[in-house]
């Protein structure tokens, strides 16, 4: 059982570098957690609030804590033993979803000024990466990996500097599978060589641009792919306007329709995140009318209600999270136990 | 182990040596084993490093929370592996009917935010030695208790290579090879092809404390 301890004001919890496998609730009182900032070196001091968590990092993860938890206030704390909340934890999977988004928010976070320190020389960018890999493997003669690293090269980069070479490639991979099998078989990149290596030094570089027209799947397909995941990756990035730019240029492009498809879907997202409620409606109305069997119907209709929820209709929002909850299809999809929630939430059914 | 049953619609079947993803692929799904061997792997400069071999029930690819972030490491199937494939859209879906999931996947993440932090550490040292020097006291706050009972007082024996310190430095290979030779030079550390040995810890420890800015 979790103990409670009492702590007076100005007395500390715990130090930052102590070694401790002990998670903490406040109960009662007030706490802080002091630290430096790891960019700018900044006295940062984080006040708790009562029923909150602190020291479950360092506690689960088994490294010193990063802060110093002090008390401001007399202090009632409830301490977990790791087991302890473990045991606590598998009864209230809420609070462990809810860690589990500030975890993920902090893994971006951190991960993003990692990412921003790292701009040097050394660090290999996808697209070059994507290709060695490929072409590791079919120098190790594993044909079938290599045979998929280049196919996702060309779904990633279908009009990228090395496409050429990896069609080429890939030929080799599925070529030399199937008369050999994976494995076996004269090494096929001993005397091609490794083409990256050269487009980075030679005039290997300026002789690629006449690929982009021979990928089989055609170049305009090929930009509208890279387009949309640009697109989706400054979603993510809530970037809204800029993705809007290019998922506009997607579907007035409209040459594949996959992906005029998805950028439809996606220009809903982008209005809705921005808080323009009555733009999104108007845009999912349109595909609702247009395109009825959109394989995103059931989010499409998730999000006109969370919509008409903003904007305080009530009932017009209750009646699209129950049309949703009526869409054929899989009992536990995102967007049906969304709804579900949802129309929960308004009052019901 | 927990109830599955219901997210049969998210299961996928990967042969042996099938890539299950590919380094530097663009990644949207991380993976819950339900049954078989999974391979992580690196491509580092021309040999293949085995980072780790992974079943059931355990996660990997969740760096994917990171949307469009290449993979850093490459899966394949060591042989028939069934797994649960979910992406940022829907995990919460799993978590809440799965607090076990849910409670490792948290510890995932605590230990990917230390490592994160740790290696921003590394990267904010404008010594490039002490940054190679930081490089090894990461290795051994993170190596330390798997390797106790090897540990001969302050020396210190890390399976990297060079490649694998100018990664975890930031820099590139040439450089790192040099500063290397300097410290293997000043008998501080002994290079081998396939592993580095330093030779006492707690120099390492007072470089890079002297060279941290407060």
């Given at each position: 059982m979790p103990k409670v301890g009492t702590y007076r004001a100005n007395s500390v919890i715990y130090f930052q570098g102590d070694l401790g496998d002990k998670i903490f609730v406040l109960q009662r009182g007030r706490v802080t957690l002091n630290y430096n900032d790891i960019e700018t070196g900044k006295l940062i001091r984080e006040i708790i609030q009562t029923g909150e968590f602190f020291g479950v990092k360092s506690a689960l993860g088994r490294y010193p804590r990063e802060e110093n938890a002090v008390v401001l206030e007399d202090a009632n704390v409830l301490a977990f033993t790791v087991p302890e909340f473990e045991a606590f934890s598998m009864s209230n999977t809420r609070i462990i979803i809810k860690m589990l988004k500030v975890f993920s928010n902090q893994l971006r976070h951190i991960h993003k000024q990692v990412e921003n320190l790292?701009?040097?020389?050394?660090?290999?960018n996808a697209e070059t990466g994507l290709f060695k890999t490929g072409e590791y493997y079919l120098r190790s003669r594993m044909y079938s990996q290599a045979r998929y690293v280049f196919g996702r090269y060309l779904t990633y980069y279908p009009a990228g500097r090395l496409a050429e070479q990896a069609g080429r490639y890939l030929e080799t991979a599925e070529a030399a599978l199937a008369r050999y099998g994976d494995g076996k078989g004269p090494a096929p990149l001993a005397v091609a060589q490794s083409a990256s290596a050269q487009a980075g030094s030679s005039d290997a570089a300026s002789t690629a641009p006449q690929a982009t027209a021979k990928p089989q799947e055609g170049a305009g397909l090929s930009d509208v792919a890279k387009d949309y995941y640009n697109a989706v990756s400054l979603f993510s990035q809530e970037k809204y306007q800029e993705a809007m730019k290019i998922l506009k240029v997607i579907l007035e492009t409209g040459s594949e329709s996959e992906y005029v498809g998805k950028a439809q879907f996606d220009m809903g997202r982008c209005l809705f995140a921005l808080g323009q409620w009555d733009l999104a409606i108007k845009h999912f109305t349109g595909i609702v009318q247009s395109a009825p069997k959109h394989p995103d119907m059931s989010d499409i209709l998730y999000i006109m209600g969370q919509s008409w929820e903003k904007k305080g209709d009530k009932a017009r929002a209750k009646a699209f999270f129950a049309k949703v909850l009526s869409m054929p299809g899989d009992d536990d999809s995102s967007a049906r136990i969304k709804a579900k929630k949802a129309l929960g939430a308004l009052g019901g059914a | 182990m927990a109830d599955l049953a219901g997210f049969s619609r998210f299961a996928r079947t990967y042969q042996a040596g099938e890539i299950i993803f590919s380094e530097y692929e663009p990644g949207d799904s991380f993976y819950l084993i339900q049954a078989g061997r999974v391979r992580i792997t690196k491509i580092v400069g021309d040999i293949e490093k085995n980072i780790d071999i992974l079943s059931a029930p355990e996660i990997f690819g969740e760096m994917a929370i990171l949307e469009g972030a290449p993979r850093s490491a490459t899966a394949i199937a060591v042989e028939t592996v069934k797994v649960l494939e979910f992406n940022r859209a829907n995990f919460e879906i799993l978590m809440m009917g799965n607090p076990q999931i849910a409670l490792r996947l948290l510890k995932v993440f605590t230990k990917r935010i230390y490592d994160q932090k740790r290696r921003f550490m590394i990267l904010t040292l404008d010594d490039p030695q002490a940054k190679i020097a930081d490089v090894f006291l990461m290795l051994d706050e993170t190596q330390g208790a798997q390797n106790q009972g090897e540990e001969l007082g302050d020396k210190r024996d890390f399976k990297v290579t060079v490649d694998d310190v100018a990664h975890w430095a930031g820099m590139n290979t040439a450089e790192v090879q040099t500063l290397l030779s300097h410290f293997s030079n000043q008998r501080r550390i002994e290079l081998y092809s396939d592993h580095i040995v330093v030779k006492n810890i707690n120099d390492f420890i007072r470089f890079v404390n002297s060279k941290r800015k407060k």
């Open positions: 790292m701009e040097n020389p050394s660090a290999v | -």
